[in-house]
Each structure stands twice: as structure tokens, then as C-alpha cells.
């Protein structure tokens, strides 16, 4: 089992910045593929962004790509999603997801990749 604990979300201005973390426990973080997904009321869950296991590459949804940024620390067991100029349309809560592999992160971008869940942190993105 792997246990994830998302933190960092919160009330932003539109233009504004946060810094969402996910902290991991109970494998071996770096054997970890790691995601991010968002859901807003009413919609599905979409991806955000993938990052692979030693965060050697990652890969973006077309919608926050150039102001989001997934990087990871494999001694601190966690991950994390530096997310720039929030717009009121990435008002969501934020999933983290962890996927045992080796793969490029481009085989990460479905939420049924994913083995582990986090229990999300709301981002509110005021205009």
C-alpha cells in the first residue's frame, strides 16, 4: 500500500501562484510513476500532469502546460505541482496518484493508470 497526502491548496487570486505537495508513504517512492488529476463540481476527473519515476521527464495536459510545473524529491518522498497564473477554470480539487513503473510519463496521463489515491486539496481560483 502506498498512502498520499495532498497539502498547499487554498483561496487564490486569478494570475496568482501555489505550490500543491504530495507526500508519499509506505513503498519505495522512487519505484513510483507519479500524477495529477483535478476535478471541478460537475465534471470528470481530468488529468493535470505525469511525472516519471526518478523525475527525469513529465508530461502536461495541454490546459496548464507553460504554468505548471510537476518536479519531485525522491529523498523527501514526495512530489509536487507549482502551479502559475491560476485561471478561475483550474478552480478543482487536486489528486495526486502514484503508479508502480519505469515508463515514460507519457503512459501516466489516465486515471486508471493509477494503483494509489490521495484524498485531494481544493484549489479556489477567485477572479
Known amino acids: 500500500q502506498v498512502q498520499l497526502v495532498e497539502s498547499g491548496g487554498g483561496l487564490v487570486q486569478a494570475g496568482g501562484s501555489l505550490r500543491l505537495s504530495c507526500a508519499a508513504s509506505?513503498?519505495?517512492?522512487?519505484?513510483?510513476?507519479m500524477g495529477w488529476f483535478r476535478q471541478a463540481p460537475g465534471k470528470e476527473r481530468e488529468f493535470v500532469a505525469a511525472?516519471?519515476?526518478?523525475?527525469?521527464?513529465?508530461n502536461y495536459a495541454d490546459s496548464v502546460k507553460d504554468r505548471f510545473t510537476s518536479s519531485r524529491d525522491n529523498t523527501k518522498n514526495t512530489v509536487y505541482l507549482q502551479m502559475n497564473n491560476l485561471k478561475p477554470e483550474d478552480m478543482a480539487v487536486y489528486y495526486c496518484?502514484?503508479?508502480?513503473?519505469?515508463?515514460?510519463?507519457?503512459?501516466?496521463?489516465?486515471?486508471?493508470?493509477?494503483?494509489?489515491w490521495g484524498q485531494g486539496t481544493q484549489v479556489t481560483v477567485s477572479s
Open positions: 509506505g513503498r519505495t517512492f522512487r519505484d513510483y510513476a
Open positions: 496518484a502514484a503508479k508502480y513503473g519505469f515508463k515514460d510519463s507519457t503512459y501516466y496521463r489516465t486515471a486508471s493508470s493509477y494503483d494509489y
Open positions: 511525472i516519471n519515476w526518478n523525475g527525469g521527464n513529465t
